[in-house]
């Protein structure tokens, strides 16, 4: 139970179903408390500002909401600190792969390395069934028992990408009521139910960078890493002021005037940013390692959707695999735009959810040139 | 079946308490300083509270100030004493323990932080007991008051004031202590001791919350914290809480009253629960076993995780302590169990605390319902993957 309106309302419809509900809101960070050198709430300084503003998922303000909702529900009510896992396997690979030049996913991590591991392996330790969150998937079982997920009763708020990692002994203890419905219904239905989060905004930034400022948080954590923007014919164009702050298919914020067409982030190469037109980002194919599959096998059909950022759409690919968990998707009408290593690509059969890799290259239709050296 | 072992948390009121307390609640409203006829009946109820909470110390009622707990107490006489001793030119140094409660241990950080005073906070051995010579050997010529709980909140080991407290009289220096947990459960010799202050907070034994009292000595100077009306030896402001004083001097009284009974009581009640606990396997007891708290069953679950077990243990209908929690609610590692140098990674650490209202029944579930929630987060391997 994060504090938002989507886990509150699954909470909700859990113990109206019936069923025997504990609520677990999980602390990612520690939040400043008591003195210094006391031992208790100390870092998390990006945190300390996000607290008390409501935003992101882990604020003082978010554990009360989320408290509250369970008192009205009458179901007991838990935090767990999960400031060290999360910072271990979540905020450090983050900061690691902005390091690396990818474009991380933190929300993939954190289902596929705290929520669905951890978490889920402490509840059923300690005898519940099931893991329920809010998120917006549909879960059900096609023929011979077999777990599918599918897109979310509102296609806007679907996050099957976010859980494409899910396994089928995964979902076989997993509830996901919000999914069911659309987010308004949710929002009418916390609201008659006295839930105190029925109108809470959305949250859309990450949760542990609650100022939405990316740079601000990685500029302490991986120096300015400035350096220079080079188009497509090799040319430097200008100078950046951190290349952490360009992902690939990124148009605005560059600063880079009086070009005849809008220029676009290529690639990022270390501290040298690839600029060039849309064109040059479009990706024929892809290759990403870490397949995973939801039915545990790769699907029959080779003819898939393919999607490759989480409010991107799927465009229909086709796979072949290239063993050890890596992949090829090939697309084969439409080709995306702007693919960057590190973001999921995720792979679907109409609206179920087959599975997804994690990115490590696009073949674009050309190739950043080389900086040009200027002999002195 | 219910099993509520977390007294050092808080306990039950008193019926006795109560009983003392409802014409302060549903009858009469007077202000104890009010000069009128229901001014007095207020301030003779206050009084007589005093004189009850006195007589349980062993010491004088105008020794006795009022406060709004155990944890005001403990602020008021670290900086009250602090400030009005550097004021005299006595010096700036403070001495404490690593294993105090925060009211103390965050008192003097502050004090050292903001106002520019020594702190010396002494380790404590791996048994939760601070040795005397390391203590005494931190004092100075300059240090102003050192301050040794008589009892640990968490893992309750008994502090050996009979040895510090006479040592630090020779050399003329103040000790306070903090005895919220202490009082009604160990003897305290004040006068054998000679404490200048100590802290109580009438909740810890069977009083209502909100009532806290500190003990000061009246040749002993200290500033107030709370400035107002001058009440309490002008020490602490503010309309007396005549209500919660009354209860906390019937609370007073009965503890003191039935010490000799509930003490070996409540010793067989914890040893039961701990043999219980530690027939588990692989479950040790934290701190010194024979310098404790009668009540206090603090122990080392190994391969078991905190949370899942108090959630396990919640869902039986036991209640029981994993230390400290965070603004947020989260358990966190205790600055005690750092200090006893407790592991951390893949033990819980729970605290068991007996109290008057404690039947038998109520340890043989929680010890059944521990040994059932152990054996499944064991075999779940729940302490692993965090």
Redesign the interface.
């Known amino acids: 139970m994060s504090g938002g309106v989507d886990s509150s309302a699954a909470a909700a419809l859990l113990v109206d179903a019936g069923h025997d509900v504990t609520g677990v809101h999980l602390k990612m960070a520690a939040a400043p408390s008591g003195l210094p050198g006391t031992g208790r709430g100390e870092a998390g300084a990006e945190r300390s500002r996000g607290a008390g503003t409501g935003k992101g998922c882990c604020t003082l303000d978010d554990a009360r909401d989320a408290r509250r909702v369970a008192d009205v529900l009458g179901i007991p009510f838990y935090v767990w600190d999960l400031a060290q896992p999360f910072q271990e396997r979540v905020v450090d690979d983050f900061v690691a792969e902005y390091a690396a030049g990818r474009t991380p996913n933190p929300c993939i991590r954190c289902n596929e390395r705290v929520k669905y591991t951890a978490l889920l392996a402490r509840a059923r330790a300690v005898g519940f069934d099931a893991l329920a969150t809010g998120h917006h998937v549909r879960l059900d079982q096609a023929a011979a028992g077999r777990y599918r997920m599918r897109r979310a009763a509102d296609p806007g708020k679907d996050q099957t990408y976010v859980l494409y990692m899910a396994s089928q002994d995964q979902l076989a203890h997993t509830l996901w009521p919000a999914g069911e419905h659309p987010k308004p219904e949710l929002r009418a239905y916390a609201a008659e139910r006295g839930l105190g989060t029925a109108s809470k905004p959305d949250s859309h930034d990450i949760c542990f960078i609650p100022s939405g400022d990316l740079g601000t948080f990685l500029r302490p954590r991986l120096g300015a890493r400035e350096g220079t923007f080079v188009g497509p014919d090799g040319r430097v164009l200008g100078d950046h002021d951190g290349a952490y702050r360009y992902t690939v298919g990124q148009r605005r914020g560059l600063g880079l005037a009086g070009f005849e067409q809008p220029l676009y982030v290529t690639a990022v190469d270390g501290e040298t940013v690839h600029v060039g037109h849309r064109e040059d980002l479009e990706a024929p194919a892809l290759i990403a390692d870490g397949v995973t599959w939801v039915a545990g096998d790769p699907p029959k059909a080779a003819a898939l959707g393919a999607q490759v950022r989480y409010r991107g759409r799927p465009l229909p690919a086709e796979l072949s695999d290239l063993g050890g968990g890596r992949v090829r998707v090939a697309f084969t009408a439409e080709r995306p735009v702007g693919v960057a290593p590190g973001q999921a690509v995720v792979l679907y059969d109409g609206d179920e959810c087959l599975g997804g890799a994690t990115i490590t290259s696009a073949s674009a239709a050309r190739k950043p040139a080389p900086p040009v050296t200027r002999c002195s | 079946m219910r099993a509520y072992l977390d007294h050092a948390a808080t306990t039950p009121l008193a019926p006795e308490a109560l009983a003392a307390m409802r014409p302060w609640l549903e009858v009469e409203h007077g202000n104890p300083s009010s000069q009128h006829a229901a001014g007095r009946a207020a301030r003779a109820a206050v009084e007589d509270a005093r004189e009850q909470v006195a007589a349980a110390l062993g010491v004088t009622p105008l020794e006795v100030l009022f406060t709004g707990g155990g944890t005001e107490a403990d602020n008021t006489a670290l900086k009250g004493i602090a400030w009005a001793a550097r004021d005299a030119g006595r010096g700036a140094h403070l001495v404490t323990t690593a294993i105090e409660h925060?009211a103390v241990?965050?008192s003097a950080?502050?004090l050292a932080?903001r106002q520019a005073f020594d702190v010396t906070e002494v380790p404590v051995e791996p048994d939760g007991i601070v040795d005397p010579g390391r203590l005494l050997a931190a004092v100075r010529d300059d240090t102003v008051v050192v301050s040794v709980m008589a009892a640990n909140n968490e893992i309750g080991t008994v502090q050996p004031l009979d040895v510090i407290g006479p040592a630090l009289a020779q050399r003329g220096v103040v000790l306070h202590t903090d005895a919220v947990q202490a009082f009604g459960r160990v003897p305290l010799d004040l006068d054998g001791w000679g404490v200048g202050a100590l802290s109580l907070s009438a909740h810890k034994f069977n009083g209502p919350k909100g009532v806290g009292a500190l003990m000061l000595r009246r040749d002993l100077p200290c500033e107030g914290l709370l400035h107002g009306g001058g009440q309490e030896r002008g020490l602490r402001s503010g309309t007396l809480n005549a209500t919660g004083i009354v209860g906390c001097g019937a609370a007073a009284q009965l503890t003191a009253a039935t010490a000799a009974v509930q003490v070996p009581r409540l010793r067989a009640l914890r040893d039961r629960l701990l043999e219980g606990l530690l027939a588990v396997g692989d479950v040790a007891v934290n701190g010194s076993r024979r310098l404790r708290l009668p009540h206090n069953a603090h122990v080392a679950i190994h391969d078991c995780?905190a949370?899942?077990l108090?959630?396990?243990l919640?869902?039986a209908g036991v209640a029981v302590s994993t230390g400290?929690?965070?603004?947020?609610?989260?358990?966190?590692?205790s600055?005690v169990m750092?200090a006893i140098g407790a592991p951390l990674e893949g033990v819980a650490h729970l605290r068991f605390t007996c109290g008057r209202t404690t039947t038998t029944a109520e340890v043989d579930h929680a010890v059944a319902a521990c040994t059932d929630?152990i054996k499944?987060?064991r075999?779940?391997?729940?302490a692993?993957?965090?």
């Open positions: 925060h241990l965050d950080r502050w932080l995780d949370d899942g108090l959630l396990a919640d869902a400290s929690a965070c603004q947020s609610g989260a358990a966190q590692p600055h750092t929630a499944r987060l075999d779940g391997g729940s692993l993957p965090w």
